[in-house]
């Protein structure tokens, strides 16, 4: 015995009603269904029903979009409307705060400038025998987004310094090293506009 595969779930709308159009023309005086439960009249009504409202809702849909177009214009006409308002009443009053307040207007906050950055601080470098990786922890510095990495190979010097990734977090790997060589790693933090001060180097050999 075979069963019908429906798939209702995965049927758009429109899909449906192509569905239910096709069973109910097919299903019409067919004498291998004489008595269809339910009725092929009610199944006809459902189809219907469901075309209208599918009619409806994109009728809608396309009011909301004329409706949401209509509402941004106006939008835009109030901001650049009260943002003229507002360079007057800056202007009227020199700037007092006082009476913009009065008037309706909020004042903007004094920018505070952001606190400088620190230096990195406690890194510490391990090996756990992984062939050409080390693991590096520091502590997490307050206000920085992210941190820089930076190795040079022993002995250290200006110019052996080299940035290897950045990282999100307080740690990170350091991989495709040179296994018995002896590596220098510092790291600082990096917020929006500014770095901070680079931490003390720490040193491995690499296994």
């Known amino acids: 015995m075979k069963y019908i595969k ?8 429109a899909e449906k009603i192509a569905q239910g159009s096709g ?14 439960n339910p009725s092929l009249a009610a199944l006809e009504t459902a189809v219907a029903t469901l075309a209208a409202k599918q009619a409806m809702r994109e009728k809608l849909l396309e009011q909301a979009k004329a409706a949401t177009v209509d509402l941004q214009q106006a939008e835009k ?7 003229q308002l507002g360079q007057y009443a800056e202007a009227a009053v020199m700037g007092d705060t006082q009476k913009l307040e009065q008037a309706g207007f909020t004042i903007r906050d004094t920018p505070v400038p952001l606190p400088a950055l620190g230096q990195v601080q406690d890194l510490k470098l391990t ?11 520091w502590k997490p510095l307050r206000g920085a987004k ?7 190979p022993d002995p250290v010097s200006d ?46 050999v690499v296994p």
Not at 29 to 35: G, I, K, L, S, V
Not at 175 to 193: C, F, N
Request: proline share 5%.
């Open 6 to 13: 429906l798939e209702l779930g995965k049927k758009t709308v």
């Open 23 to 36: 069973i109910r023309n097919a299903m019409t005086e067919n004498p291998d269904f004489p008595m269809p």
């Open 77 to 83: 006409a109030y901001d650049e409307m009260i943002t």
């Open 127 to 137: 090996s756990n025998s992984h062939t050409g990786k080390l693991f590096a922890r």
């Open 146 to 152: 992210f941190y820089e990495v930076q190795i040079c």
């Open 159 to 204: 110019a052996g310094w080299r940035l290897v990734k950045a990282s999100p977090a307080s740690n990170t790997v350091i991989e495709d090293l040179t296994s018995a060589t002896r590596m220098w790693i510092q790291v600082r933090g990096v917020a929006k506009k500014a770095a901070g001060a680079w931490s003390q180097p720490a040193c491995k």
